[in-house]
T-cell receptor, first 115, second 118 residues
Framework: GENVEQHPSTLSVQEGDSAVIKCTYSDSASNYFPWYKQELGKRPQLIIDIRSNVGEKKDQRIAVTLNKTAKHFSLHITETQPEDSAVYFCAASRSYGGSQGNLIFGKGTKLSVKP | GAVVSQHPSWVICKSGTSVKIECRSLDFQATTMFWYRQFPKQSLMLMATSNEGSKATYEQGVEKDKFLINHASLTLSTLTVTSAHPEDSSFYIC??????????????FGPGTRLTVT
């Protein structure tokens, strides 16, 4: 089955710097890669996702890149702000046709943005 | 759009009792809902996949007789923790899958239920 590895487990940056979180997956058939942000005691929030037919996607300060050949995808946050501090989870799933694939999550990255 | 509610937000129960948790998609129909368990400072662990009108699919190691799942409608799934024990104390989160212009499906999470078994 699918296995998702996420690095680093913790990341501390200064406000205004960029943060990069990387994930690798094992199932070459996976075709959907969402990123979730979870603040303490709250629900995971979908912040950006990418599908396997796209190599890069950007939404304001957040971008995700996908390398299907190497089976890895990354989250990039630019101009970080203290409110970006949270735990970020990557996930992968294999969804096609009428099937609704299960999300397999990475272990999470705790991002701390210091003012 | 894509709002998922969960009730209750927290519950304390005595060992041996059963607890029911509801998950609702408020503004869209979800043919599939997922139930996760999350321990402190850990990732989300998928427990089961719930499809409307059919039996849930449980992940390996999850006892289906202990964690009863019912998906009676396109907007409601319930998880019942039967004969709860202290080791069942955890944060339980549901998600509802929404078709996004074709496969693959996006998942939106409920706010979670903090279960404490004494």
């Amino acid at each position: 089955g699918e296995n998702v590895e996420q690095h680093p487990s913790t990341l501390s940056v200064q406000e205004g710097d960029s943060a990069v979180i990387k994930c690798t997956y094992s199932d070459s058939a996976s075709n959907y890669f969402p990123w979730y942000k979870q603040e303490l005691g709250k629900r995971p929030q979908l912040i950006i996702d990418i599908r396997s037919n796209v190599g890069e996607k950007k939404d304001q300060r957040i971008a995700v890149t996908l390398n299907k050949t190497a089976k890895h995808f990354s989250l990039h946050i630019t101009e970080t702000q203290p409110e970006d501090s949270a735990v970020y989870f990557c996930a992968a799933s294999r969804s096609y046709g009428g099937s609704q694939g299960n999300l397999i999550f990475g272990k999470g990255t705790k991002l701390s943005v210091k003012p | 759009g894509a709002v998922v509610s969960q009730h209750p937000s927290w519950v304390i129960c005595k060992s041996g009792t059963s607890v029911k948790i509801e998950c609702r998609s408020l503004d869209f129909q979800a043919t599939t809902m997922f139930w996760y368990r999350q321990f402190p400072k850990q990732s989300l662990m998928l427990m089961a996949t719930s499809n409307e009108g059919s039996k849930a699919t449980y992940e390996q190691g999850v006892e289906k007789d202990k964690f009863l799942i019912n998906h009676a409608s396109l907007t409601l799934s319930t998880l019942t923790v039967t004969s709860a024990h202290p080791e069942d104390s955890s944060f339980y989160i549901c998600s509802a899958a929404r078709l996004a212009g074709g496969a693959p499906y996006e998942q939106y999470f409920g706010p979670g239920t903090r279960l404490t078994v004494t």
